[in-house]
C-alpha cells in the first residue's frame, strides 16, 4: 500500500498536493482541486477525499504482473525511449483490464479474445509480440 504525503503551507498563495509512491518506487504527485478552496481545513479535507479516492481505487498487481512491471523498467536504460513507452503502455493496459486477478494462462486467453473482438489485428499482434517477449524475460513457461 502506498504512502501518502500530503503537502500545505499555511501560507495559502502556495499550492497545496498529496504525494506519494507505488508499490514500485514510482513517484506521484497530484493537486486534484484542492488549491480551490480557501481555507487550510476545507484544504486538508479535500486532500483526504482524494487519499480516500486513491486508496479505494488501488489494486495491486498480481505477483506475475509485478515481475512483468519490474522486468520493463529494468529494460528502461538499454531500450529507445519508445520502446520503452510501448512495452510499458501495454503491460498497463492489460493489468487494468486484469483487475487484479492472478495471470494465468486462462485470464490471457480471455484478453487476447477481448482484443480479437474489439481491436484491429494489428494491435492484436503487436500485444501478442510485446507478451511473448516479456514471458520470454520473466522466465514463464509456455
Keep these: 500500500m502506498p504512502t501518502f504525503h500530503v503537502f500545505l503551507s499555511e501560507d495559502l498563495s502556495k499550492e497545496a498536493f498529496i504525494h506519494w509512491t507505488d508499490h514500485l518506487g514510482k513517484r506521484h504527485r497530484k493537486k486534484g482541486g ?3 478552496f480557501h481555507t487550510l481545513q476545507e484544504r486538508r ?3 483526504d477525499e482524494h487519499i480516500a479516492s486513491i486508496i479505494a481505487s ?3 498487481p498480481s505477483p506475475i504482473g509485478e515481475k512483468m512491471l519490474a522486468w520493463v523498467e529494468e529494460r528502461k536504460s538499454c531500450w529507445r525511449k519508445k520502446s520503452w513507452q510501448t ?3 501495454k503491460v498497463d493496459v492489460f493489468l487494468g483490464w486484469a483487475r487484479g486477478r492472478a495471470v494465468t494462462n486462462e485470464l490471457m486467453r480471455n484478453y487476447f479474445g477481448h482484443l480479437l473482438k474489439n481491436k484491429h489485428n494489428t494491435t492484436f499482434n503487436a500485444n501478442l ?3 511473448k517477449r516479456i514471458f520470454i524475460g520473466i522466465g514463464m513457461p509456455d
Aim: charged share 15%.
Design 45 to 47: 479535507a479535500a486532500a
Design 87 to 89: 512495452f510499458k503502455s
Design 58 to 60: 488501488y489494486i495491486p
Design 34 to 36: 484542492i488549491n480551490r
Design 129 to 131: 509480440n510485446v507478451f
